[in-house]
Structures are given as structure tokens and as C-alpha cells.
């Protein structure tokens, strides 16, 4: 059934019980995004360290499918306490996985949880609300790194 | 489900074989529901035809050419124009053939905000449109209020989702110019009082204009007795192809706005340093135009004068009401403006605890199309307090038998997301 393969267990469980969900006070940058295709929103902070080398956290507020909510939530989970070095393998494995129409299996020891989202890559319409939540965390980051 | 049952004013199955869409299969090899005729319509084969058939037989160059073929060619082109201008009323030189009634808008739009046009706004000139605007109709003239300094006002929905026109006589005042509004709601189905507005917008001398994307499709619309200065459509919401939106206008107010798109075709004289310009509708229509698209959607307007649109309509009416009811007994589905006195196929709805993309991503893949999302009417679904809603809307193609699909798929989209 194609319709499991998109909604896998993992992301439905993430969608009910997304972690790390609500915009904490400690942060450094914020970015705002919004998909104009649906009207997903989301708004998230990046909280470095005094050095600017580690994520110590990522913070968000947003409203959008399961799909978008459930890959916020595994976004917060893989980049938390890593360093923007990682987070960046981490995005790209991400991102690649996603442009990739389903056909590039990811390392799990990278994006974790993230690996579930390649049935979403098979359909089109959805890669932006799965990317919706990654790229606020690369502009925000990106931005408090400055 | 127990429901009125309704003597079918139309052969939809014999409809139906005139659309070889209906025949693809889904994915799953699922037969295709198609449930979202308001973004647009499916073609049957006489318009699939009409426009191989001007490719095959007459295409050249029209309004060009001294030619055989380019004779045959503008002939299609002009009977096109009268057939299409006849069928919503209007007479031929009224009709202003664009590229789709975004472009129709944007021309009504430019003629408020050039330089040289007797019809610049200035600043305290008023534009009305309301809340229930698709962007076509809003983003032009908010473009038009920066561009002049005219205040862009909106009439307000009601929560039963009609235009509230309590405060009508002070929105529509003497320093309103333009008037422009949806015939019928994209999103709720809402179909508005033209004639009261109207009315009023006449009695201070506004310009009025119809988006009647959504209408023209589905009911007889008649421009001589609107009592309106343009309506915009365009031919892929009514059986047409798609790239050939249409503008209807009076004569009066052709001819007093600028032309829009300028090059070929449009002019009278050309020197190096200044043109003149031929008159309405051809000022309008610079460069090529897509001849066999309005030859097909000359076909379209046959196929549906044939059928009848009173007959679309009761037909399109039955299903609505067959949708609403076996809505209303669905736990946990809410639709939006249920009970219209007033009302188009569009029906909007949510489903608590999904998110519309998930509504959608479910019934797709039982074969199921429909819209999700904002619609193009960003402004509606905030003062719906949602960020997007899940749409079904039928044509002359669809049978009560797809609703009870829908409606059981429906069912599934609860049961897999564990919405009680």
C-alpha cells in the first residue's frame, strides 16, 4: 500500500508527539517560513552556544500537515547539541533524500528518524511541507552563526 | 445513507463517454473520482477535436495574410468570438479574447492605473472588492490602490458566508470608482447579489465588474441584463482548453481604456515615433492569438448549450445538496457555509484533527481528486480561521455514486488518522 509508505508509523507518531515543539525564550536567530502552496507555517529559533559551533537547541511554533509537523519535530531531534558541521551533513542527507523522488535510501545514522520521509520524496506535491521545517533551521542557523 | 432520491435530468452515462479522461485509472489502478471542476474542467472529445482540427485544417496566421488559409482561419477565429460572446449574452465586439481571466483582470486593473487613461484614480478614490475574493480579483487592484494613493475598502462575509451588506451604503459612496466582485465564492460556493450591488454601484457611478470564473461554467449568465460593465471568465473551467481567458465589457468602456499589451495585431497606424490603434476587441489582442483555443472553446460552448446549462445546473444542485447531507451526518466534518440559500457546486469542509493535505493525500489514493488548500483566497480562509480547507466540486461529468465514494473515503481519512 503506497498510502503507508508515505505516512510510516514513525512519522504519524511523530505528528501526534512532536518533540520539542514551542518557541523558547534562548535564541539567537529566528526565520519564518511559509509554504504559499498551502499555507504551512512555521516560525523557528536557533539557540548556539558562546561559540557559535553547537546547536543547543531549535525551537518552533508552526501549523501545517502531518507531514510538515512530524518532519519538524525530526528535525529537532537530529540537530539538537550538534555542531553546525554536522547539522549541515545532517541537512544534506536530508535534502538529497527529499529531491530524490524516493530513490536514495539515506544513512540513518545521520537523519535518524528522517529516513522514514522517502515514501513522502515519491510524491511531488509533498517534498516542500517535509523541507518546510529544515529549511527555517538552515536560515535561522545560518544566521545566528554570523 | 438514506437520501431523497432524484430523477436524473441528465444522461450523465452518456456524458461521461464523451470524456476520455474519466477513463484513466489512478494510482493503485484506482478508476478516477474527479471532484475538482472549480480549478478546472475536464474536456470531452468535440474540444479535443475542435483544436486538432484547427491545427490540421486551417491553421495560419488570422487578421494576417491575404492567403486561403488564413482566411479559413480568421473566419474560425471571429465565429469562435461570436458563438462564446453570444452564449454568456454579448454581443462579439464585446468580447476581448486573453489568456486567461487573470489576464482579463489585469487589464480592467491597468486601465485604473496608467498615466493618460481617463479613467486614473487619484488619491480618495475608493475600490471595492469583499473578503471572498480570489487573488486575481484582489492582488490588481491592491497593485492599483499603491500605484494611484485610492484606498482599497472590502466588503465583509457574514459567518454564514454571505456578503454582509449592512454597512453597503457607506461602502458603496460617491468616491467609489470600481467595483469588483466574485459571482460566485470559489471557496464556499457563495453565489452574490449582483443586482443590488449593482444597482448602487450605478446610482454613484462606480464601475462594476464580475469574476464570474466560477459561474459561467454553471449557470446561464447574461451580460445584457447584469447591469454590469465587464465579466471576466475563462474557457478551461467550462469544457474549454486551457490558455484562453475572456473578457466581456461595453462598448463605452472599451473604448475608453488604454490599451494593455501592445505590438502586432493591435494597431491602426505605426510610425517610428508614435501608433494608433485599432478599435475594441482587437486593441486588446496584441501579438498571435490562440486561435485554436478559441475555436475549441467554441466547441465547449456548443457541448454546453446542447446538454443545456438550466439542466447543469438542477444536475450540479441535486449533487450538492446529496454532498451536504451525507456531510452533515459525518462526526467530526465541518463545512463551511452549509446553508446558503444561494449556491454554486464549491463545497469547503474540514475535517477535525487533519490537516487538508492529509484529507487530500488519503482520498487520492483511492483515486479520489480534490482541492486543498487556500484556493488562491488567502484572506477568506483567515477569516475562516483556518489555514486551508479541503474542497469538492462537480460538474455535468459527475454521478451521485462518486459523492457515496467520497463520502466513504472520507470515512477512511477518520479511521487512518484515528480521528474519533
Not at chain 1, 25 to 38: F, I, K, L, M
Not at chain 2, 147 to 162: F, H, N, S, V, Y
Not at chain 2, 231 to 242: R, W
Amino acid at each position: 500500500m503506497q498510502l503507508q509508505s508515505l505516512y510510516q508509523e514513525v512519522i504519524l507518531d511523530h505528528y501526534r508527539n512532536q518533540r520539542g515543539k514551542g518557541l523558547r525564550g534562548d535564541y539567537q536567530a529566528e526565520s519564518h517560513q511559509v509554504n504559499p502552496t498551502c499555507g504551512d507555517e512555521i516560525t523557528l529559533r536557533a539557540h548556539l552556544a558562546e561559540d557559535k559551533k553547537t546547536i543547543l537547541d531549535i525551537s518552533y511554533e508552526s501549523t501545517g500537515c502531518s507531514i510538515s509537523q512530524a518532519s519538524a519535530s525530526v528535525l529537532f531531534e537530529q540537530v539538537k547539541g550538534v555542531s553546525i558541521a554536522e547539522f549541515e551533513k545532517i541537512f544534506n542527507e536530508y535534502h538529497a533524500m527529499m529531491q530524490s523522488q524516493g530513490k536514495l535510501e539515506a544513512n540513518e545514522d545521520l537523519i535518524g528518524d528522517g529516513v522514514a520521509f522517502i515514501g513522502v520524496a515519491q510524491y511531488p506535491a509533498r517534498v516542500k511541507c517535509a523541507l518546510l521545517a529544515w529549511m527555517a533551521a538552515k536560515d535561522a542557523i545560518g544566521k545566528a552563526a554570523l | 445513507m438514506t437520501l431523497i432520491s432524484h430523477k436524473i435530468a441528465l444522461d450523465v452515462m452518456s456524458i461521461r463517454r464523451d470524456f476520455p479522461i474519466l477513463e484513466v485509472k489512478m494510482r493503485n489502478n484506482k478508476d478516477l473520482v474527479y471532484l475538482d471542476s472549480a480549478a478546472t474542467s475536464q474536456k470531452p472529445n468535440s474540444v479535443l477535436q475542435a483544436e486538432a482540427r484547427f491545427y490540421e485544417q486551417v491553421n495560419s496566421g488570422v487578421h494576417r495574410g491575404a492567403h486561403y488559409l488564413a482566411e479559413l482561419a480568421t473566419d474560425q477565429y471571429e465565429t469562435a468570438r461570436a458563438k462564446v460572446a453570444n452564449f454568456v449574452g454579448a454581443k462579439p465586439e464585446q468580447l476581448v479574447i486573453t489568456k486567461n481571466a487573470t489576464e482579463s483582470l489585469n487589464l480592467l486593473a491597468y486601465a485604473f492605473a496608467t498615466q493618460n487613461s481617463s479613467l486614473l484614480l487619484k488619491p480618495g478614490d475608493e475600490i471595492l472588492v469583499t473578503e471572498m475574493e480570489h487573488h486575481a480579483n484582489l492582488v490588481p487592484w491592491q497593485q492599483v490602490a499603491e500605484k494611484t494613493g485610492a484606498k482599497l475598502r472590502w466588503i465583509p462575509i457574514t459567518p454564514a458566508g454571505e456578503l454582509d451588506l449592512s454597512n453597503i451604503s457607506e461602502l458603496i459612496n460617491k468616491k467609489t470608482k470600481v467595483i469588483s466582485f466574485t459571482h460566485m465564492s470559489n471557496v464556499l460556493g457563495t453565489i452574490t447579489p449582483v443586482a443590488q450591488i449593482a444597482s448602487l454601484a450605478k446610482s454613484v457611478g462606480a464601475k462594476v465588474f464580475l469574476d464570474a470564473c466560477q459561474s459561467v461554467p454553471h449557470m446561464s449568465v447574461d451580460f445584457a441584463t447584469l447591469n454590469v460593465d465587464a465579466i471576466v471568465f475563462s474557457a478551461h473551467k467550462m469544457l474549454g482548453p486551457l490558455g484562453v481567458g475572456m473578457l466581456v465589457a461595453t462598448e463605452e468602456l472599451l473604448d475608453e481604456m488604454p490599451p494593455f499589451l501592445t505590438g502586432g495585431s493591435m494597431i491602426e497606424m505605426v510610425s517610428m515615433d508614435k501608433s494608433t490603434f485599432a478599435k475594441a476587441p482587437k486593441k486588446f489582442e496584441a501579438g498571435t492569438p490562440n486561435a485554436a483555443g478559441i475555436v475549441a472553446t467554441a466547441a465547449a460552448v456548443d457541448y454546453l448549450n446542447k446538454i443545456g446549462m438550466n439542466n447543469i445546473q438542477a444536475h450540479e444542485e441535486h449533487l450538492t445538496e446529496y454532498l451536504l447531507a451525507g456531510l452533515a451526518q459525518m462526526p467530526g466534518v465541518q463545512v463551511f457555509a452549509p446553508n446558503l440559500i444561494e449556491r454554486g457546486s464549491p463545497v469547503s469542509f474540514a475535517v477535525a484533527g487533519v490537516h487538508p493535505h492529509d484529507v487530500g493525500q488519503v482520498l487520492d489514493d483511492d483515486g479520489i481528486a480534490i482541492r486543498v488548500g487556500h484556493h488562491c483566497a488567502w484572506p477568506l480562509m483567515k477569516k475562516l480561521n483556518v489555514t486551508a480547507t479541503s474542497r469538492v466540486s462537480t460538474y455535468l461529468y459527475n454521478e451521485q455514486s462518486e459523492i457515496d465514494a467520497f463520502l466513504t473515503s472520507l470515512e477512511r481519512v477518520r479511521s487512518f488518522f484515528g480521528v474519533k
